[in-house]
C-alpha cells in the first residue's frame, strides 16, 4: 500500500519535471503546426477572423502561383547540387585532417571556423568575395586567364555563387565525419592490409561502409536543413536576379509576412513538409542498399 | 497544519500585493503606449511632450530591427488584442493595414480636436486616406521627394553646361551614354545618369512613369493599370539607360563595389547623375561639403512634349502616426499623434539640431509633413553654416512638393511594390521579357491579389466597390 503510494507520488514528480518541457513543446511546437494546418484551409490575414475556404489555398497553390514552382526548382536545384558536393568536400577534408599529420589540431580549427561565422555576417562578407569586379574569386580567377561570371548579378550564376558560399561552411559536417572516422577500428585497416588491400581499396572496402551512417545522417540533414535555405537570399539578393535565388521558404516568407497570406503560407508549409517527409522515406527506403550498420 | 498555515500566509501575501498594484496603478495618471522610432532626437521629442502633457504618463517602447520585423510586430501585437496606444506606420502602407480593419478610423476625432487637413502637406495626408472608404487612418509626421542631382565638375569635364540639366528623355539617354565610363576590363567605372533604384537612384521609376503620363492604378485603386502604354513606355526607357550604363548585370557588379558616406558613389564620382531623394543634401552637407553639384526638378514629359512647358513632378513617401483598432486609450492617442505630428515637429526639429550640433555635425532639415512647422525649417536653415547650393536644393525640394505624388494606396500596395519593382522591371532589364510583357504579366498577378482582397472586404463591410 504505501509501495503504491510512494511510487504514485514519483510518478507524479517525474511528470512535473517534465511538465515545462511538455508545456513547451505543446504550445510553441505542437499547437502552432496544428494551428497552420487548419489555417491552410482558410483565409487568414493575422488581423482578421480567418475564414473557412476549403481547398482554395492548395488549388492557387498548384495551379495559379507560377512563382511556387519556380521557387521549388530554385530549392531542388541548391539540394541535389549542393549537398553531395558539401558532402564530398566535407568527407575528404575529414579524411585529409583524420592523418597523422604535424598541426593537425591547428588545420581541423581552420576548418571548423566558418562554420561558427553567423549566417547574417557570412552573407555580407560573400557579397564582397563574390563582387565580379573587385571580388577576390574573380582575381583568382583572373590569374588563371578566366574572366569570372557575374555571380550574384547573374541569373545563372546566383544559384552556383551560393553553393561555393555554402562549402565555405563545411566544418560541422567536417567535424561529425572525423568523429566518424575515429570509430572505424583499426583492426579492419590492419586486416585489410595483410590481405594487400592498397589505399583506395582500404577506403572503398573498410572505411566507406563503416561510415556510412554518419554519411546518411549528414545527408538527411543536409536535404532538410537546404529544402528550407533562406538567409543568404534574404540578406544578399532579395531573391533575385530574376527570381533565381527566390527560394521556397523565402517566398513563403514573402506571402505570410509581408502579403499576410498566412492561409497560403501555411499551405504552402505543409507542402514543404509532405516534400521533406518525401524524400527522407525515400532515403530511409533506400538506405539499406548502402548504409551498413555493424549492429546487423 | 503547520504546512496549510504557510500556505495560507502565501496566498494572502499574493492577494495583498496584487490588490495594492492594482490600486496603485489605477491611481496612477493615464499612460499611454507608443511604439516607434528610438534613438536620441526621439526620446528628446517625448520628453516635450511630457512636459506639456503632464496628466498622461508616455510609455514608449522603440521599435527595433528592419522594415519586415517592426511590422511583424505590430501585427502581432494587433492580432494578439494588444495594440499599443499609438504606432508609426509606413505612409504607404496605411491602406493595407486599415482593410485589414487594423486601425482606428479618425475622422470623428478631427472637428473635437480641431485637426483640419490644412495644416498638412495635401498629398500626405491625402494619402493616409483609405480609398475603399475614404476614411482617415493616420496623420503625417514627415515626407521626401525625389530630385535631378549631378556633378557639375564632371559635366565640365566632358564639355557640357554644367548649370542646365536637359529635360527630354532622348538628351538624357545622351547624356547617360556620354558620361557613363568602362575600363579597359569591359567594366563600369562610372555611370552616367542613375535612373534605377537600387543602382544609384531611388524612387525614380515611380516618378518617371507619372512624369509620362501613365498612371499604376485607377483612382479608387480597384483596377491595376500597370501596363498602360505609358508606363510600358518607361520601362522601355529604363532598359535603354541601363543598357547605355553597360547593362543590368555590369552595373550591379559596380554597384557591389561602391562604399558609403564620404565614399558614396555620388560623391566619390562614380555616379555622375541620379535621381535622389532630398536627404542626399543633408549627406552632402555631412560627407561632400565641397562637391559641385547641381539640383532641377524631374519634369512631365508628356507636358512637355505638348506644350513646352515646364511641369515640375516627383514622388514621396513618408510615415505617419495611427491607432491601431483596440488600443485602450484613443483620445488620449489622438491628441499624441496630433501633437507629435504637429507642435512636435517642431520639437523634433529642435532636438535634431541640437543633436547635430552635439556630434558636430552640419544641419539639413528633413521635411515635415506639417507646413507650418517646413517655414521655420527653411529659416533655421539659412542660419546654418552650410553652402549655398544646398540652401537653394533644399528649398527647392520644398517648392516641388506641390506636385507630388504618391504611390496608389491599397492593400495590395506592398505586392505592387514587389511585382513592379522587383519582377517586371528586372525581367525587362535582363531581357528576359520585353517591358510590355512583363508589365501584363505582373498587371495580372497583381489584380488577381487585389479582386481576392476587394470580395474579402466587401463581404465582411457590405459595401460595393464597383
Known sequence: ?296 | MKRSLKVTVITLFCIVSIVTQLSLSLAAKRTLEVWASGGKVWEDTYQEFQKTHPDIELKFVPLTGGFDERKQKLLSAVAGGVPPDVMWVDRFEVSQWAAFDALTPLNKYLPKYKVSSSQYIRQTWDEAIFPWDNQLYALPWQTDDRLIFWNKDIFKEAGLNPDKFPVTWEEWLELNKKLTKFDDKGNVTRIGFSVVEGLGANGAEWALGWANGGEYMTARSTKVTLNNPKLVETLEFLVKMTDASGGVEKASSFQGTWGTEVQAPFFAGKIAAMINGDWTFESIARYAPNLNFGVAPIYRRDIYKKEKKLVPITFSGGHAFAIPKGAKNPDDAFQFIKWITSDGTKAHRKASMAFSASMNRPWAPIIYAYQASNKESLEALAEQPVSQAIKDGVKLAHEVLAYTRFRDRSPAALLMQREFLGHARDEALYHKKTPKQALDDANKVIQSELDRLIDEWENRTGRKLK
Open chain 1, 1 to 296: 500500500m504505501s509501495r503504491l503510494k510512494k511510487n504514485k507520488e514519483e510518478i507524479i514528480t517525474a511528470y512535473l519535471c517534465v511538465l515545462p518541457w511538455i508545456l513547451g513543446l505543446s504550445i510553441f511546437i505542437v499547437g502552432p503546426i496544428i494551428a497552420s494546418f487548419i489555417f491552410s484551409f482558410m483565409d487568414y490575414s493575422v488581423v482578421l477572423p480567418p475564414k473557412f475556404i476549403g481547398l482554395s489555398n492548395y488549388k492557387k497553390m498548384f495551379f495559379e502561383d507560377p512563382l511556387l514552382w519556380k521557387s521549388l526548382y530554385n530549392t531542388l536545384y541548391m539540394t541535389v547540387i549542393g549537398v553531395p558536393l558539401n558532402i564530398l568536400l566535407s568527407l575528404s577534408i575529414a579524411l585529409l585532417l583524420n592523418q597523422k599529420i604535424k598541426g593537425e589540431a591547428f588545420f581541423r580549427t581552420v576548418f571548423y571556423l566558418p562554420s561558427i561565422v553567423p549566417q547574417v555576417a557570412m552573407s555580407l562578407l560573400w557579397m564582397w568575395i563574390l563582387n565580379p569586379q573587385i571580388g577576390l574569386i574573380n582575381y583568382l580567377l583572373s590569374l588563371f586567364g578566366i574572366k569570372g561570371p557575374m555571380w550574384l548579378a547573374s541569373e545563372q550564376w546566383a544559384k552556383p555563387a551560393f553553393i561555393i558560399m555554402g562549402l565555405w561552411g563545411i566544418g560541422g559536417n567536417m567535424v561529425i565525419f572525423l568523429a566518424g572516422l575515429q570509430n572505424v577500428p583499426q583492426h579492419l585497416y590492419d586486416a585489410a592490409t595483410v590481405d594487400g588491400a592498397n589505399i583506395w581499396q582500404r577506403f572503398r572496402y573498410v572505411t566507406l561502409p563503416m561510415l556510412s551512417p554518419t554519411i546518411f545522417f549528414v545527408l538527411i540533414m543536409g536535404i532538410i536543413g537546404t529544402l528550407q535555405i533562406f538567409t543568404q537570399a534574404y540578406i544578399m539578393t532579395a531573391g533575385g536576379p530574376m527570381d533565381s535565388t527566390l527560394f521556397y521558404v523565402y517566398h513563403l516568407f514573402n506571402k505570410a509576412f509581408r502579403d499576410f497570406h498566412m492561409g497560403y503560407a501555411s499551405a504552402m508549409a505543409w507542402f514543404l513538409f509532405i516534400i521533406v517527409f518525401a524524400v527522407t522515406m525515400l532515403n530511409l527506403k533506400l538506405s539499406p542498399r548502402w548504409v551498413y550498420y555493424e549492429t546487423e
